[in-house]
Every structure is written in structure tokens, then in C-alpha cells.
């Protein structure tokens, strides 16, 4: 069976055919050879567009194919699994359109989406060589002349700015600037003549070394009145909201990376002898993949209950994107370095010694998803800057609503996604840890019942008592004029670690008894995934020995991660997705 959000996912990878067979367009070879000549992906691009990828970019309101978000973070993430190279190429229009779906006219975003559903490509102009990701500091100005705007300035490190044929440029429509002197504009590059821009050259990157990332400068680019996303004005607002959409979206490229490198490492242990033993017979190798897998695992459930929250708890997700995109490349990156120690030297090696030279591309191709649409500093930075709303909140203890159960019911029907419910600041703080006291309640009663071993209703509980720690200490933060201390950011670092623990606690709850558990050869039975996950959270939240270890006679925690091993082998024998969801990977034997 396959889980509904990975419907669209596996029948899509299908088309694509086995990844392994070099004469697939979209293959393993064929990305490694592009690779080595650092070409971008173009005819695999086309291919995409040809199989109607690009509708899936557009919201079904707009004449496209996208009504669930959590549909497209697993669309990404199968793109991801074949070749972060390719993902980011392809999947960047959608960030480049995002604004308009988000704040621009029925009739601009209808006409938009006719052009991306037609393969357009679109590129998003925010960052610029001087100042980064300082949104408020740009230099790129559009001024008013009659009909509409003239646009000056270069965008920089932009990625398809050279491909795209439009591209959303958030420019300083008030010499002042400040959070209401800037605004986006749709910029048709078809439309300007030859003087009015110029490409800047494709930057030569570590990783992603194909991606077009390059830039333009616009020289008195003159442009409609209608090119204007919403109000003049609206622009660090809309792009804000936006980012919210992106930042969560971005997880899926990290859980794709993931796939891949947990699916080498895995098949190598079951392979590779030494001494005559397998590597996954032997107890460091073994805690090694063991730990990579729970780690992969927590950032899997924390990005399916963030694509949720999308529909559910939009008021939310300004929080809720910010810790996932922090966090699950945080965590994907963790998992490669223990997964590299695991295979040694031929995780390094090029060419066709060790799996088509995959592993080490994707060493080098994931380090750049935690810059993507805000680096982790920034990231953290927003968790900080939500303090007081997170404290005041949880104070407050309001009831988590319905939305909660919807985001981390998996089964459940999501509501349409409205944009108009997108906020700056969740005036509520984050219902997955105001309702963690009940959730552990739930969970000790299953443990009376003997349904969850002890152990795992300790680490809840020993989870529970470190939230309410933490959210005294984030309410009794005070700001600082010169910016954010590094004790904030340690601050915000764990609120993002508690936040994936609780999600990872609400999603195992929600679901334990459906038939997506019934089918994950094992993970779900007692507790087994959640037990793992939040050990390992638990030992970055509190490295030192922690009260719960008592409640299993004092053993090492870290066995209760050293049982995920037999899933996951399962999983990778049976040609299956290493996976919270069911899921059949192509080409794969049944």
C-alpha cells in the first residue's frame, strides 16, 4: 500500500523508471556523468516538464495540479533521492512563483500558473552580493514611471537567475526602505530589450556543481504596473509568508539526501566483510547506522507533521517552518558524517569504484540545503524573535484545536490551503507542545497497559520536564539591543529539538493503529521508531545521564536505537523506502 501523501510521489518515480539502469534519462549514471562536467541537468529538466511535473508547482485554484502540500514535500523528496542536482533545478519555480500564490491578484496568479504549467521557468530575486540574506538592506530599487516601474540593480546568487524566464524580484519601491519600502515584482525577462539586462555568470559550487546559480542586473528594466505582487509595500511581508511554504518544502530536498545515502550505506553493511564479518554484524557498525536511521527518522516526522500544518495549523507555521528548516538538515547532515565513518575511504571516491561516485556527491550536494531561503542562523534568529509569543502561549495553555489532530493524522483529510491565514506571529505559540502533557499522559497509559515498554513513556516524560524547563528559560530571555546573544541561539537550537520530539510523539500517537503502521515492517510496533527518536533527541537536549534511564534498570538508552537495525534491513531487502511510510521504491524487487 502506499501511504495517500506518496500516491502522487510513487507514481511519478514509476515513470521515471529504475534509477539504477544508465539508459534512463533520470538515472544514477547519467547524473554522475553531468556531474563530472558540471552541465546543468537540461535534457533531464525537459523530461520533467514533459511528464507534467511543472503542474504540480501550481495551486489547483490556479489551473494546476497542487492541492496538498505534504503530495509535494514527497514529490521533492523522490526528485531529491535521484539527484539533489536535479531537485533544485526543477523545483525552484515553484519557490520563484510562490509570492504570487501567496499575495499576488487571482488574475496575475492564473496567468502565472498558465506559464509555469507550460514549463516557464521562474527564479526568485532576493539575495544580493552585499548583503546577503539582510532583506531589509537591498539595493535593488524600482521606481515609478508612468505605466509602471523602472527596475536598477543586481540580484545575486540566484539560482536559475540565467535560466528563468521570470523571475520575482523583491525590490526598494521607497528610498527610505524599512519593512513597508519594499515590494516584489513579476519581471518577464521576454519582454525586456537586450539593454535592460544582463546575466551575471553561474557561480562554480562545491556541490550542485550543474545548478544554474548565477544572477542579473537590470539597467532601467521598465515594467507594467501589473508586474506588482500585491500592494506596493507588501514586499518583505509577502516574501516573509512565503518563506514559510519554502523553508518547510526545503526539508523534503534533505530527506531525499537522506534516502540515498542511508540506501548506500545499508546495502554496503549487508555486503562488505571485514574479518569475516559483516559490517552490520559488528556493534559499531551497526550503532552507527542505527543512529543515522533514527536521526533521518525524526527529521522525517517532523517534516510530514510541517507539510501538514501547511493545511492545519497555518497560523503556526511561521514557527513551525523555521524549526524544520533549521533542524532536518541539521539533522540529515549528522547522519551523512555518521553514514561516511560507517562505508570509510570509498565515501570519498569518484567515478564508478563505489556506487557511481554517489555517496560523495551527496556529501557535497546537501551542504547547501541549510543555506537555502534563510541559513540556519537566520532560522534560529526567527525562533528567537518569537520568544515572547512562545512563552506567552504556553502560559496561556489554550486548548490545541482541531488542527492538531489533522496535522498529525496522516489519514485524516487536510483541509484547502488558504493563504490568508499565513501570520508573521503565532499569536499562540505551537499547540504540538502545549498538548505534550496529555500526549504523555497517553503514553504511560499505553505503558500500564503494556502495549509501550516503560522506557518509552519515561523518555516522554523526561522530555515533557525538558520543554517546560526550556519554555521558562525562552520567557525569561529578554532581548538585547546589539542583537541576539549566542545563549539565545542555544535557546532556540533546543526549542527546535523539543518541537521535533513532540511532533515525532503526536505523529506516533495519531497513527499507531492504521494501516500505514500495520505496513512499516516493524517501526511502529510498541513504540519501536518514537523509543529511538527521542533518545537520540533527548541525549543532544541533555547529554549527560537523564532520570528515565531508571525506569529500564539503568541500561544504555542507545540499545532502544540499536533495535531499529532489523526494520530497517527489512525495509532495504524488501525494496522499500527507509521510511515512516510505505513506500516501494522503483525499480526495487517486491
Request: aromatic share 6%; glycine share 10%.
Amino acid at each position: 500500500m502506499s501511504a495517500p501523501d506518496t500516491t502522487v510521489a510513487a507514481a511519478f518515480d514509476r515513470l521515471l523508471g529504475d534509477p539504477h539502469d544508465a539508459g534512463r534519462l533520470f538515472s544514477y549514471p547519467r547524473c554522475a556523468e553531468l556531474d563530472e562536467r558540471e552541465e546543468f541537468p537540461l535534457e533531464i529538466c525537459r523530461e520533467l516538464d514533459v511528464l507534467g511535473l511543472p503542474a504540480q508547482y501550481v495551486p489547483a485554484g490556479y489551473g494546476g495540479a497542487l492541492d496538498s502540500f505534504p503530495e509535494a514535500v514527497q514529490l521533492v523528496r523522490a526528485l531529491a533521492r535521484r539527484d539533489l542536482t536535479v531537485a533544485v533545478a526543477h523545483a525552484k519555480t515553484f519557490l520563484g512563483a510562490v509570492s504570487v500564490w501567496v499575495g499576488g491578484s487571482p488574475e496575475q496568479a492564473e496567468a502565472l500558473g498558465a506559464d509555469v504549467a507550460r514549463g516557464t521557468v521562474v527564479s526568485w530575486g532576493l539575495t544580493e552580493r552585499e548583503h546577503g540574506s539582510d532583506l531589509l538592506a537591498g539595493e535593488v530599487r524600482a521606481e515609478r514611471v508612468p505605466g509602471g516601474y523602472r527596475i536598477d540593480g543586481e540580484k545575486w546568487l540566484i539560482n536559475n537567475a540565467t535560466r528563468g524566464d521570470l523571475v520575482s524580484v523583491l525590490a526598494r519601491t521607497s528610498p527610505q526602505g524599512g519593512p513597508r519600502g519594499f515590494s516584489v515584482l513579476l519581471v518577464d525577462k521576454r519582454r525586456l530589450g537586450p539593454a535592460q539586462y544582463r546575466p551575471l555568470p553561474a557561480a562554480r559550487l562545491h556541490g550542485i556543481r550543474g545548478a544554474d546559480i548565477s544572477g542579473v542586473v537590470f539597467s532601467g528594466a521598465e515594467v507594467p504596473r501589473t508586474a506588482l505582487v500585491g500592494a506596493e509595500g507588501d514586499g518583505i511581508e509577502t516574501v516573509l509568508k512565503s518563506l514559510q511554504l519554502t523553508r518547510t518544502l526545503c526539508a523534503s530536498l534533505s530527506l531525499g539526501a537522506g534516502d540515498q545515502a542511508l540506501g548506500m550505506a545499508t546495502g554496503y553493511a549487508l555486503t562488505r566483510l571485514n574479518h569475516g564479518r559483516r559490517l552490520i554484524d559488528l556493534p559499531q557498525s551497526r550503532r552507527l547506522l542505527a543512529q543515522s536511521y533514527a536521526d533521518l527518522l525524526a527529521a522525517e516526522a517532523l517534516t510530514l507533521v510541517a507539510g501538514r500544518s501547511i493545511h492545519a495549523l497555518t497560523e503556526e507555521l511561521a514557527l513551525v517552518s523555521a524549526a524544520t528548516k533549521y533542524l532536518v538538515p541539521a539533522l540529515v547532515d549528522q547522519a551523512l558524517g555518521r553514514l561516511a565513518r560507517l562505508i570509510g575511504t570509498r565515501s570519498l571516491l569518484r567515478g564508478d569504484t563505489f556506487a557511481d561516485g554517489r555517496f560523495q556527491k551527496v556529501l557535497r550536494d546537501h551542504r547547501i540545503v541549510g543555506i537555502f531561503d534563510g541559513n540556519s542562523v537566520i532560522n534560529l534568529h526567527a525562533l528567537v524573535n518569537l520568544f515572547p509569543l512562545i512563552a506567552r502561549g504556553h502560559r496561556r495553555g489554550a486548548a490545541p484545536g482541531a488542527g492538531l489532530r489533522t496535522a498529525t493524522t496522516l489519514t485524516e483529510p487536510l483541509p484547502a490551503f488558504d493563504p490568508g491565514r499565513l501570520e508573521l506571529l503565532p499569536r499562540d505559540g505551537c499547540g504540538l507542545l502545549r498538548a505534550l502533557p496529555a500526549a504523555v499522559e497517553e503514553l504511560h497509559a499505553l505503558a500500564d497497559a503494556g502495549t509501550v515498554p516503560a522506557s518509552l513513556a519515561g523518555c516522554a516524560a523526561e522530555l515533557a520536564g525538558v520543554a517546560e524547563e526550556l519554555i521558562g528559560r525562552i520567557g525569561a530571555y529578554r532581548p538585547v539591543p546589539a542583537g541576539a546573544p549566542a545563549e539565545a541561539f542555544d535557546l532556540a537550537e533546543r526549542y527546535a529539538r523539543c518541537l521535533a520530539a513532540a511532533a515525532a510523539v503526536h505523529l506516533w500517537l495519531r497513527n499507531r493503529d492504521s494501516e500505514l503502521a500495520v505496513a512499516g515492517h516493524g517501526l511502529w510496533d510498541s513504540g519501536l521508531w518514537l523509543e529511538g527518536c527521542l533518545v537520540r533527541l533527548l541525549r543532544s537536549l541533555r547529554p549527560v545521564r537523564t532520570a528515565y534511564l531508571a525506569a529500564d534498570g539503568g541500561q544504555d538508552p542507545e540499545q532502544a536505537v540499536d533495535r531499529l537495525v532489523d526494520p530497517l534491513v527489512d525495509q532495504f531487502t524488501a525494496g522499500r523506502l527507509p521510511s515512516l511510510l510505505p513506500y516501494q521504491l522503483t525499480g526495487a524487487a517486491a
